[in-house]
């Protein structure tokens, strides 16, 4: 069945930091991607998206683009901040369900 | 616009208790989905409903879990009796028409003692 792999943490990074977190997929034909965020004490919300290859999604500095030839999209910032500590998650899927990755918890310190 | 509501935010309960959940979806959203994440894992898919209609049930787990979207706008979700590997976080989320982005609710921190 469809899956998603995603690197897993938890991972401290310094501001200013570079970051990457790893997401690969497997899946029958060719879904959208996601990456959610998960701020602490709030719900899950969306990042950034790609629905087909080669796309790239960017919001508030993420990258990350749609690769099928590796069936990856990982995701990227140049820069960290402290206010981008939360739980990141990859996931596939459209309209009839999401898949998910199991996550992963960043931590910038200042 | 307010966005997807649940409640309540947390329940404790001890096993073979009953539990619900109410989630209302973002107004004019047809599609309503309930997913469960457990602790370090990513949210696994329960059911989705369109409009009143359950249209994917194939991950619930029939034998203590069921779910009513009556009249195609809130939701419940009920466990009867809760078992102690039901501890997670209940999350409602819902899209519009099914097409693109899923809008996910705070969701519920159940504990099962």
């Known amino acids: 069945g469809n899956s998603v792999t995603q690197m897993e943490g938890p991972v401290t990074l310094s501001e200013e930091a570079f970051l990457t977190i790893n997401c690969t997929y497997t899946?029958?034909?060719?879904?959208?991607l996601f990456w959610y965020v998960q701020y602490p004490g709030e719900g899950l919300q969306l990042l950034l998206k790609?629905?087909?290859?080669?796309d790239k999604g960017s919001n508030k500095g993420f990258e990350a683009t749609y690769r099928k030839e590796t069936t990856s999209f990982h995701l990227e910032k140049g820069s960290v901040q402290v206010s981008d500590s939360a739980v990141y998650f990859c996931?596939?899927?459209?309209?009839?369900?999401?898949?998910f990755g199991k996550g992963m918890k960043l931590t910038v310190n200042p | 616009e307010a966005g997807v509501v649940q409640s309540p935010r947390y329940k404790i309960i001890e096993k073979k208790q009953p539990v619900a959940f109410w989630c209302n979806p973002i107004?004019?959203?047809?599609?309503l989905y309930w997913y469960r994440q457990n602790l370090g894992q990513g949210p696994e898919l329960l059911i989705r409903?369109?409009?009143?209609?359950?249209?994917?049930d194939s991950q619930l787990p029939k034998d203590r879990f069921s779910a009513e979207r009556l009249k195609g706008v809130d939701s419940t979700l009920k466990i009867q009796p809760a078992e102690l590997g039901d501890s997670a976080v209940y999350l409602c989320?819902?899209?519009?028409?099914?097409?693109?982005?899923?809008?996910f609710g705070p969701g519920t921190r159940l504990t099962v003692l």
């Open positions: 989320a819902s899209s519009l028409n099914g097409l693109g982005e899923q809008f």
């Open positions: 899946a029958t034909g060719y879904p959208s």
């Open positions: 790609a629905t087909k290859a080669d």
């Open positions: 996931a596939q899927g459209g309209s009839e369900k999401l898949v």
């Open positions: 107004s004019g959203h047809n599609t």
């Open positions: 409903y369109e409009n009143e209609e359950a249209v994917d």
